[in-house]
């Protein structure tokens, strides 16, 4: 085995966890804290609960609710000003995954100046970062735990990766009571977010003893507790997908991703597409076409998925995928591509700035954007 | 579920990973590194080597090799002073579990004040401690991941458990071509250590998902290469006890241990006697009194260990047991309390030592110091 890293934020799990925000600020030596959040947290006044409890640390606060969802170059550059002009100290993101990419976005302009699309790629932040404590409101992006962020080019329209260890929040605090105000279509696609984060990490060449065991437990949970979650969000219910989550996003952020995800970063960013939305129409046909790379892993994820050994390792990997397309179709989820793009005139353009993404180098089968084409092609 | 929290440190993991070491000692601020490391790894040569690695990265050193085998609380005290007079700023340590657990006590007197004494317990530190990067030789203590440092009170013949997550190193650099250079006996015991970290904490009252998966991953990395280690040390069974003793730490540290531990640190402090000779005696009758407190958790042990699943929970828990039991046999390990403690004059002064210590806690029986009696001469 090389030499692998395995690197993840100090970790506050469970019911009411929010209340240890405060605390938490001020022992990262927090004085005036920075939240960002969005509009739909607002209304629903998770916003204002946080702020009561960092007002009854006197703990000093500024507000950043300037964030979409595929959050944009612009709200960045915004959000580092307002930062710096009020001297804040530590950044706290609240939301799902675009407020605390959008965080992030801010820590690294703040910290390190420029612009954000000075640091796309990998490695290229030099200088320390303010520290992060991270609330996900969602149980799918993984921002909290992971080293990446993705932010829309709105000049190139697409999707900025951005990795580096320093994006790693300090502190992820996850309370499942989040999801509970959050509408089921949302609980279901951040879960399938999860699971192609548990997927494509787990056959990434660079995953490790670490990763794995963290990808096969979300894959584990999310075939378990998505078909519950269609019936009834109970809160054991959210506390097993805020944990299969979590347990994937400890593993991509340090194995990596593959195809789905960097198809799905050019999706986003020429069609501001839901990132939960791309999940069910790629994750199949990416699978059939990674298959033969890695057929071990691939048989071990349609034993767990279908919950059926097949006599050969083929079949049974070919029965996982079956099974998954057919639970994203009880879901009433869209599983064309034709359903979520407006027409296909653009597919050459969207593989060939796929093939950009950094996600491709992690793929477990060497791929071109002429295959990304014809993985399209089956998917449309 | 509770609140839980989960926290480790940044894990560089692999053959030649060494040689990272300054790298990582400059990234956390060090101009001039206290390292701690023991005779017996001077003699092998590695100090040598990890003390020129250091200098190609033009650090100063400082070096602290006085320490034994369960150290003693004069050399932290000494450490603390040398630490100061030579103004280091950041803490190295190569060894096993005694120079990792030597460095973090230094660590703690250094920065702040106070003797060793007064930490003794959970979360007794309130000051930042400096940047620690370790370095394990040994694949069993998992001090390079845990929260826990346990330091002999010469005075009392009593081993101190000082817990606090600011123990938890910074950055572990896990290298497993340091194993190469022990004798077999030590890396047999070694990972005994490790399956007792990976048993007492996936049964703990506080265990989390997130620990359990380590826990069982652990468990079933050294049920299947202990064997093989017995016949080999080939790398990629090292590796692989390496991986485990990792995954076993990770859930200890935040799971917590239970009367095994308990009675093998009043055992060391009394008679210090090597903490891996402790389990292959404690571990089987401790089990088998825990069994009823948590009977499902010992029946998925014993499908592991045993590999096989027996008519009722209860068979599977003890066939795992007898596995154990007869893999310790085959090992030629001491098995007999007898065979490791001198008299059997202090069996009550040992379990009424025992039942003070923190590890207790944790579990999953409630256990009195004649409950421990009884284990005691179960296991005579």
């Given at each position: 085995m090389d030499v692998v890293k395995f690197a993840i934020p100090e970790i506050i799990f469970g019911r009411g966890s929010m209340k240890y925000t405060a605390l938490c600020a001020r022992r990262l030596g927090a004085e005036k804290v920075f939240l960002v959040s969005d509009p739909g947290l607002e209304k629903v006044g998770w916003v204002d609960e946080l702020i009561n409890i960092l007002e009854a640390h006197q703990l000093e606060w500024v507000y950043f609710g300037d964030v979409v969802s595929n959050p944009r170059d612009y709200q960045i550059e915004r959000g580092a000003r307002l930062y710096l002009s009020e001297r804040a100290d530590v950044v706290i993101a609240l939301g799902g995954g675009s407020p605390m990419d959008a965080a992030k976005g801010i820590a690294i302009v703040a910290s390190n100046g420029g612009s954000i699309h000075d640091y796309e790629g990998a490695n290229r932040i030099h200088r320390p970062l303010p520290p992060m404590v991270f609330l996900p409101t969602t149980a799918g992006s993984g921002s909290d735990i992971s080293q990446f962020a993705i932010i829309t080019d709105t000049r190139r329209r697409v999707k900025m990766s951005i990795i580096s260890r320093t994006l790693v929040p300090n502190i992820s605090i996850i309370d499942p009571l989040f999801l509970q105000t959050k509408p089921r279509e949302l609980v279901l696609s951040s879960a399938i977010d999860a699971l192609s984060h548990a997927i494509e990490s787990f056959v990434s060449v660079i995953a490790s003893p670490f990763t794995e065991m963290q990808s096969l437990k979300a894959i584990e949970l999310v075939a378990k507790y998505l078909p519950t979650a269609a019936v009834s969000l109970e809160l054991d219910t959210l506390e097993a997908l805020s944990t299969a989550s979590?347990?994937?996003?400890?593993?991509?952020?340090?194995?990596?991703?593959?195809?789905?995800?960097?198809?799905s970063h050019a999706i986003g960013g020429m069609y501001d597409v839901l990132h939960g939305h791309v999940h069910p129409v790629l994750l199949p046909p990416v699978m059939r076409f990674n298959m033969e790379a890695c057929l071990d892993k691939m048989a071990q994820i349609g034993r767990i998925i279908s919950?059926?050994?097949?006599?050969?390792?083929k079949s049974t990997a070919i029965e996982g995928i079956e099974t998954l397309r057919e639970m994203f179709l009880s879901l009433n989820m869209k599983v064309r591509l034709r359903d979520i793009l407006p027409d296909d005139h653009n597919i050459e353009l969207l593989c060939r700035m796929a093939i950009q993404d950094v996600c491709v180098v992690t793929n477990p089968r060497p791929v071109t954007w002429k295959d990304l084409v014809k993985i399209c092609e089956e998917a449309w």
């Amino acid at each position: 085995m090389d030499v692998v890293k395995f690197a993840i934020p100090e970790i506050i799990f469970g019911r009411g966890s929010m209340k240890y925000t405060a605390l938490c600020a001020r022992r990262l030596g927090a004085e005036k804290v920075f939240l960002v959040s969005d509009p739909g947290l607002e209304k629903v006044g998770w916003v204002d609960e946080l702020i009561n409890i960092l007002e009854a640390h006197q703990l000093e606060w500024v507000y950043f609710g300037d964030v979409v969802s595929n959050p944009r170059d612009y709200q960045i550059e915004r959000g580092a000003r307002l930062y710096l002009s009020e001297r804040a100290d530590v950044v706290i993101a609240l939301g799902g995954g675009s407020p605390m990419d959008a965080a992030k976005g801010i820590a690294i302009v703040a910290s390190n100046g420029g612009s954000i699309h000075d640091y796309e790629g990998a490695n290229r932040i030099h200088r320390p970062l303010p520290p992060m404590v991270f609330l996900p409101t969602t149980a799918g992006s993984g921002s909290d735990i992971s080293q990446f962020a993705i932010i829309t080019d709105t000049r190139r329209r697409v999707k900025m990766s951005i990795i580096s260890r320093t994006l790693v929040p300090n502190i992820s605090i996850i309370d499942p009571l989040f999801l509970q105000t959050k509408p089921r279509e949302l609980v279901l696609s951040s879960a399938i977010d999860a699971l192609s984060h548990a997927i494509e990490s787990f056959v990434s060449v660079i995953a490790s003893p670490f990763t794995e065991m963290q990808s096969l437990k979300a894959i584990e949970l999310v075939a378990k507790y998505l078909p519950t979650a269609a019936v009834s969000l109970e809160l054991d219910t959210l506390e097993a997908l805020s944990t299969a989550s979590t347990a994937a996003a400890m593993a991509f952020s340090n194995a990596g991703l593959g195809a789905v995800h960097a198809l799905s970063h050019a999706i986003g960013g020429m069609y501001d597409v839901l990132h939960g939305h791309v999940h069910p129409v790629l994750l199949p046909p990416v699978m059939r076409f990674n298959m033969e790379a890695c057929l071990d892993k691939m048989a071990q994820i349609g034993r767990i998925i279908s919950g059926r050994r097949r006599r050969s390792k083929k079949s049974t990997a070919i029965e996982g995928i079956e099974t998954l397309r057919e639970m994203f179709l009880s879901l009433n989820m869209k599983v064309r591509l034709r359903d979520i793009l407006p027409d296909d005139h653009n597919i050459e353009l969207l593989c060939r700035m796929a093939i950009q993404d950094v996600c491709v180098v992690t793929n477990p089968r060497p791929v071109t954007w002429k295959d990304l084409v014809k993985i399209c092609e089956e998917a449309w």
